[in-house]
């Protein structure tokens, strides 16, 4: 299993930025799909972006946030990140970070059922 745990949450203004950072423990994760959701109460939890450790790193976006986040992945210090700017208010959430031992595709990316390892999330909320 991989454990990951999400920093950077807080909260901002409409417009702001926030950079959430997720630490993975497991040392080599090539060939894994890295990936961002978020969840408010009474909803699904949501794909955001996800990210391929394996080769170029292809990247995935929910149309919601395309444009406005970024989400990258440092295998040298382990991290996963995603950047966050012109932020609204419909992007505050619980973040949560994901993987799982597979590549990652357009079509499944944000499917959460699709992902073994989650860590506890970081909570975003953005103020109008």
């Known amino acids: 299993a991989v454990h990951l745990e999400e920093s950077g949450g807080g909260s901002v203004q409409t417009g702001g930025s926030l950079k959430l950072s997720c630490a993975v423990s497991k040392y080599d994760v090539n060939w894994y799909c890295m990936a961002w959701f978020r969840q408010t109460p009474g909803k699904e939890r949501e794909g955001v972006a996800a990210v391929d450790s394996h080769g170029d790193g292809d990247t995935y976006y929910a149309d919601s946030v395309r444009g406005r986040f970024t989400i990258s992945h440092d295998k040298t210090k382990n991290i996963v990140t995603l950047q966050m700017r012109f932020l609204k208010p419909e992007d505050s959430a619980m973040y949560y970070c994901?993987?799982?031992?597979?590549?990652?595709?357009?079509?499944?990316?944000?499917?959460?059922?699709?992902?073994?390892?989650w860590g506890q999330g970081t909570q975003v909320t953005v103020s109008s």
């Open positions: 994901a993987s799982e031992r597979a590549l990652c595709f357009r079509d499944t990316y944000s499917d959460p059922s699709k992902f073994t390892d």
